[in-house]
Structure formats: C-alpha cells, structure tokens
C-alpha cells in the first residue's frame, strides 16, 4: 500500500476524475500534480457527469434500477437486489487501516463522487416526485427497498429538503 500511495504518477490516483474529464482541453502534456490542472480536470469531469442522462451508484443499486427504468421508459422483468456480501473481522481490521490514506490520496474522485450522488439523489427525487403526482402505479417492493437503502424517509426528505432550499 505504501508504494500505491507513494507513487505521485500511479493512473489508478483519482482515475474516475481522469476518465470523464476532457483532457484534450488540457495543455497538450498536462502535469496532473499541479492544482490548476487538477482544478481543471475536476470541473470538466463534473460537467460531463452532469452530461449524461443516467449514471448508477453502487451503494443505491435498487434506486439505481427504478432510475434506469425511469430515465430510459423500459422496465426490468424482476427487481434485481443487490448481493450482500460478507467481510470477516480480521478483512475489515487489515483494510481498514489504509481508508484515510487513501481516501487522502484520491481526494479528487472523493469530491467527484459526493458530487455524483448528489446528483443522482436529486433525478431520483425528481423522477419519484413526478411517478407520485402523475398517480403512476408504482413496484412497492422496489419502494421499499430504495427507502431502505437509503436509510429512512426522513433521511431522503431531510437531505431533499436540504437541497431545495439552497
């Protein structure tokens, strides 16, 4: 971990920023160290986030469905409800450690995904507001398990709340 972390050229630091930023807009060999190419990278990538029609969230996958069907008028045969899976004690201590370095070291898609979220929560509060007053019969197992998800109602109407007001 510490030569990942120590490696300032490693792709793998901040990848996701890199990948939706446009970087032919760049300086033709950007240096992707200096702030101002970072600061020029993260609201390129921002900017083509915010482009697209649909974008999923690992951690909201039954939203994530319920949006895909929205976004794109189809509709999936079966709810697909994500796999839990299980992460001994001794796993979690042994990666645990690293979380803030790494988290640290790839600040920039930690910003890029906070932004992401924030945008997927608000289509998804935008497609649930229009499915309710438009009295569309809605899949009430796939509610559930989106309020589930995403903790409790009054979390999303909190965070909505939030939002709105702004």
Known sequence: MEEFN???????INR??????DLDALKCEPDL???????????????????MDYFAVHEYLVASQYLFSWTFGKSFKSLQLPQVFEVTENRL????????????????????????VEIFLTRLYSALTYDLEANVDMNGKMIAYMLNELGTVQKMYDYLSLKMSQ
Do not use: F, W
């Not at 120590?6 to 793998?12: E, K, Q, V």
């Open 16 to 21: 996701q920023v890199r990948m939706l930023a």
């Open 33 to 51: 160290l200096s702030s101002e190419t970072k600061d020029e990278m993260m609201t390129s990538a921002k900017l083509n986030l915010a482009k």
């Open 6 to 12: 120590s490696c300032h050229g490693n792709l793998a």
């Open 93 to 116: 201590k042994s990666v645990s450690s690293y979380i803030p370095e790494i988290t640290e070291v790839n600040n920039l898609d930690m910003e890029l995904y906070s932004y992401g």
